[in-house]
């Protein structure tokens, strides 16, 4: 029996689009915006931003300095949270419902600007229970590590617990620590695999 849902953040709740930020940064930086992921890739910069490894204004100075990006501390955050789109791919309504009857976990490769900006913009946050992020973790999925703080925090058995991710190997992952776990591809997908797991959705 399903006794505790891990959520997946970006792709899974808040839609994201990172050609919306490149798009944004094009005009302030030394780099078309199809240049941008490339150069990013060049580094492990992103990497250890997400796994807690430096500061935010450390590295707003290196990506800055990696881009030829010219913009201030400010407006570099709402940049680099523009990847975002307001609507939600999951209905508040549906995580408040589900929230009454299990136990909620966000389990998240993300940092602190990102992270930050979404609780400001995206209500549906408070039903959660815990945040599992790979920032406060210090690993990043698929590291078993951030697995293991999750189930840490989770009040069952692995499988127990019901974990969805919008990339396989992230779901791949889950399972290998016994996880009951699938990929996220459409709120009605999702209801149909959690239905089958016996999830109770209403």
């Known amino acids: 029996m399903i006794k505790t849902l891990i959520f997946d953040l970006g792709g ?3 839609p994201l689009d990172f050609k919306r ?29 997400e796994s807690g490894q430096i500061e935010p204004r450390p590295f707003v100075e290196e990506l800055s300095r990696v881009l030829k990006l010219r913009t201030t501390y400010e407006e570099f955050c709402d940049l680099w949270s523009s990847i975002f789109l307001p609507h939600t791919l999951i209905p508040e309504s549906f ?14 490769n993300t940092n602190v600007l990102h992270f ?14 815990h945040f599992v992020l790979s920032y406060k973790v210090g690993a990043s999925k698929p ?14 058995n692995p499988g127990e617990c019901f974990f969805t991710d919008d ?3 992230y779901v791949q992952g889950a399972r290998r620590h ?9 709120f009605l997908q999702l209801q149909a695999a959690m239905q089958e797991l016996g999830v109770q959705l209403a």
């Open 12 to 14: 899974v709740i808040v």
């Open 21 to 49: 930020g490149y798009a944004q940064m094009e005009p302030l930086c030394g780099y078309s915006a199809s240049e941008i992921p490339a150069r990013l890739r060049g580094t492990d910069l992103v990497t250890r931003f």
């Open 95 to 108: 995580v408040e419902e589900l929230g009454k009857r299990y136990r909620l976990l966000l389990l998240s």
């Open 116 to 129: 930050e900006m979404i609780r400001q913009h995206y209500p549906l946050l408070r039903h959660f229970d």
């Open 143 to 156: 590291s078993p590590k951030i697995y293991e703080a999750a189930l840490e925090h989770a009040n069952a």
């Open 167 to 169: 990339l396989l190997p």
């Open 178 to 186: 016994g996880i009951q776990a699938v990929q996220f591809e459409s």
